[in-house]
Each structure stands twice: as C-alpha cells, then as structure tokens.
C-alpha cells in the first residue's frame, strides 16, 4: 500500500509540475520527503500532497527538499583550476566569445564561479553563460546574487576584494559579472536543451537521478555541444564509456565531445 501511495503521489506532482520524481533514485527521494512530511506533521503522502495543493509556502519547501540546494563558489577549488589551466586555454582556440551551460545551477554560485575565471581570457561582454535550475526560489537567490560568508570560504582573497561589495557580513556578486550570466528555469528531464555549447557544467546533480535518465541527459548535453566542446560533472559522477555519447575523457570529470 506504501509503494502504491507513493506512485500516486509522484503521479500527481507530475500532473501539477511537470517534473517527473519517477525518474530520481527511489529509496533516496523517499527518504527525503518522508522526513520532510514528518516534520510537518503529516502522516503520508496523500495527506502530504493535499496539504500542499492548499499551502503555497509547504508546496515551495517541498520544490526545494526535492531538488537539493547546495551550492558554494568554487566547490572543489582543484576541479576549478584545472578548468582553467588545461581546460580553457583549449576551447579558446580561434574563439573571441564562449557559450557555455551551467546546468542545474542552484543558487547561482557555480555559473558565477565560471565568469570569474572565464574572464580572466575574455572580457565580461564575450562571456555567454546560460544558467538553469528547476527550482524557482534558488533561481531568484542567484539572480539577486548576495551571499553570506560560508558560501564564500573557498573563494581567494584576491577574487573576493575583485569580483565582490562587501556589506556588512554579505557579499554582493558585481554587476559585470551578473550581466555575463542568464538565469532560466528548466527541468533537465522534461524540456528541450540549446546547442552550440563550448562548454557544458553540471556537477553534483545526476547522482540523484535513475541511471536510465542518466544516460538521457548525457545523450543530450552531447548533442548540445559543439565538436570539440566540453562537459564538466561532480566528482561522484564519473561517466563510464563515455565513447556511446560521443565523448572522450580528456582530464578526470572531463569529457570533450568527439567530432562527428
């Protein structure tokens, strides 16, 4: 009866959202919303979801518990330099502009992350970087682009002082660097991806999904990217044969798209 709940209730916020929770490790998403709707005080998935089709403030808690906010700049900062010591210099090759996709972007520290060192080749005004995330309320975070200290601590000194207003214990992201960024909603399960990237970031996020959508979203970022361009992922989510979509691991969490 649990198991059957559960699929109705998927089925439903299918029916209101769009965003398909089948798709995501069962036993993970489960785990989460059930401690979500305990702590609430209800006592299954159906009081769960009528209580959300009433409370407009539960239905937004319930978008974030599900799609996992957890963002800093700079995450893994050895990931960071070796985009920018190996990685660039490459795609830079006979370019004067790059589009790039932070996919997934939360909060808005990564596609922010990804300015600051991409301007370090180019100016702001030939930096493209579309930015994505499914969840509303951390899309409006990142597009205020104020954060506190924590989300700051692996961020050097110098790029502090460079690329950020201090106001009293928050950081403000410069105008320069927002205007390099566009933030969107889009749900990587259900909506149709751009082309024409150089490169594509999405890290830290697929561990969550089913490995048959997995391998969906991989075949797209592929056919999303230029030949030659490049697809960044967390440090959980190594490809294995990358070759079946028509990439190659050029650096550990790289992989560039093979010319078709």
Request: aromatic share 14%; proline share 2%; charged share 30%.
């Amino acid at each position: 009866m649990a198991d059957q709940e559960y699929l109705q209730f998927i089925e439903k916020v299918k029916r209101k959202t769009g965003i398909d929770l089948s798709q995501y490790k069962e036993t993970q998403m489960k785990r989460r919303l059930v401690s979500l709707y305990e702590k609430k005080g209800f006592k299954s998935f159906q009081e769960f979801f009528l209580a959300m089709e009433r409370d407009e403030d539960l239905f937004r808690q319930f978008l974030d518990r599900m799609t996992i906010n957890v963002s800093e700049f700079f995450r893994n900062i050895q990931r960071w330099k070796v985009l920018e010591e190996s990685i660039l210099p490459g795609l830079m090759e006979k370019k004067k502009s790059l589009k790039i996709w932070s996919a997934a972007c939360s909060t808005g520290e990564e596609p922010y992350t990804i300015a600051i060192i991409v301007s370090k080749y180019l100016p702001f005004s030939n930096v493209h970087i579309l930015a994505t995330d499914i969840d509303e309320n951390a899309l409006q975070i990142a597009k205020a682009g104020v954060y506190s200290e924590r989300s700051l601590q692996e961020v050097p000194l110098d790029i502090k002082k460079s690329f950020f207003h201090k106001h009293g214990e928050q950081y403000m992201v410069k105008d320069e660097i927002k205007r390099a960024v566009t933030f969107k909603k889009h749900n990587l399960l259900a909506d149709t991806y751009e082309t024409g990237f150089d490169l594509i970031v999405c890290r830290n996020v697929l561990i969550y999904f089913t490995e048959a959508a997995k391998k969906e979203i991989y075949q797209k970022f592929s056919k999303s990217l230029n030949d030659h361009g490049v697809l960044f992922v967390g440090s959980t989510e190594q490809i294995f044969n990358p070759e079946h979509y028509q990439l190659r691991p050029i650096e550990t969490f790289f992989y560039q798209k093979i010319h078709s």
